[in-house]
């Protein structure tokens, strides 16, 4: 069983910033791809950004490319999602995910945190 503890969420004015990290269980998480999700109010679970096991690949979501950094401490066995520029949109739980590679569909990942807050003012 593959335990995720997000955390880093909080409240932030628009074009602030914030760093979120997710803490895994488990001595394989440096063979784990890892993603990052967030869902809003009423909608639906979208894809953030992922990242292969080695850090050699990365993959982000249109709205958040160039705003957005995922990156990874595999001896620490945690994953983090740099935000910069923050918008009102990117108000969301955010998810951290594992699975087997990098990848935007949900269905590739078999493991999911509880989800942090994150509320962007404007």
């Known amino acids: 069983q593959v335990q995720l503890v997000e955390s880093g969420g909080g409240l932030v004015q628009a074009g602030g910033s914030l760093r979120l990290s997710c803490a895994a269980s488990?001595?394989?998480?440096?063979?784990?791809?890892m993603g990052w999700f967030r869902q809003a109010p009423g909608k639906e679970r979208e894809f953030v950004a992922t990242?292969?096991?080695?850090?050699?690949?990365?993959d982000y979501t249109d709205s958040t490319k160039g705003r957005f950094t995922i990156s990874r401490d595999n001896p620490k066995n945690t994953v983090y999602l740099q935000m910069n520029s923050l918008k009102p949109e990117d108000t969301a739980v955010y998810y951290c995910a594992a699975g087997r590679r990098i990848s935007f569909r949900e269905s590739d990942y078999n493991y999911w945190g509880q989800g942090t807050q994150v509320t962007v003012s404007s």
């Open positions: 990242i292969s096991a080695s850090s050699t690949s990365t």
């Open positions: 488990g001595r394989t998480f440096s063979s784990t791809a």
